[in-house]
């Protein structure tokens, strides 16, 4: 059989928007909620970016999970159950080919 494995990089950003997507959703860790913030400059819901002055900065997750999120199309961060925005979140990194999704 052939393995359906993400390579480690799209595998951290699969986590890293899943655990976006529980805590926007009530179902994720309390603490995380205080990082993310809709940002009400744009008419599309997106969550706002903190500016930051460094690479590591912008690895933390602060800034990196608005920034993927913010990246994805809408009908994916609308996803009505977990299991759903998993199988679309999966869906946009193959079919779409990895090189041409969120970078």
Do not use: Q
Not at 30 to 57: A, C, D, F, Q
Not at 60 to 82: E, G, H, Q, V, Y
């Amino acid at each position: 059989k052939k393995l359906h494995w993400l390579p480690v990089r799209f595998r951290i950003m699969f986590k890293i928007l899943l655990i976006v997507y529980k805590t926007l959703n009530g179902k994720g860790p309390e603490y995380l909620s205080s990082m993310l913030r809709y940002s009400t400059v744009t008419h599309i819901p997106s969550l706002h970016e903190p500016s930051t002055n460094s690479k590591l900065g912008d690895r933390a997750f602060c800034k990196a999970a608005p920034s993927l999120w913010n990246k994805l199309p809408n009908d994916i961060r609308t996803c009505l159950t977990p299991e759903a925005f998993k199988t679309c979140l999966k869906n946009i990194f193959v079919h779409r080919g990895l090189s041409n999704c969120i970078k």
